[in-house]
């Protein structure tokens, strides 16, 4: 069974920063794809970031590109989302999805509020 936990959502002010995690319960290396999603009350999950476990290429929307870095550390089966100068319009739950032999598993998803 394939879980995944996020963490380290919040509160933080425009041009701010935070950092998000997501455990898997699995070797990231099992994964072909880590990806994260966010969304906003009423709208449609929108893709934020990806990196492929086995080389670690990464891509990432243009609403973010420059601004947010994914990474991993395979040691502790983690992903990880840094996200710099933050905007409102960054105020979203993500969503950590992770793709594996044509399946999809999500985790529960982390808020993130960028608000003065």
């Known amino acids: 069974q394939v879980q995944l936990v996020e963490s380290g959502g919040g509160l933080v002010q425009p041009g701010g920063s935070l950092e998000l995690s997501c455990e898997a319960s699995?070797?990231?290396?099992?994964?072909?794809?880590m990806i994260w999603y966010r969304q906003t009350l009423g709208d449609q999950r929108e893709f934020v970031a990806t990196?492929?476990?086995?080389?670690?290429?990464?891509n990432y929307a243009d609403s973010v590109k420059g601004r947010f870095i994914i990474s991993k550390e395979d040691a502790t089966n983690t992903v990880y989302l840094q996200m710099n100068s933050l905007q409102p319009e960054d105020t979203a739950v993500y969503y950590c999805?992770?793709?594996?032999?044509?399946?999809?598993?999500w985790g529960h998803g982390a808020q993130v509020t960028v608000s003065s």
């Open positions: 999805n992770a793709r594996r032999n044509g399946m999809e598993y």
């Open positions: 699995m070797s990231l290396i099992s994964f072909d794809a």
């Open positions: 990196l492929i476990p086995k080389g670690g290429w990464t």
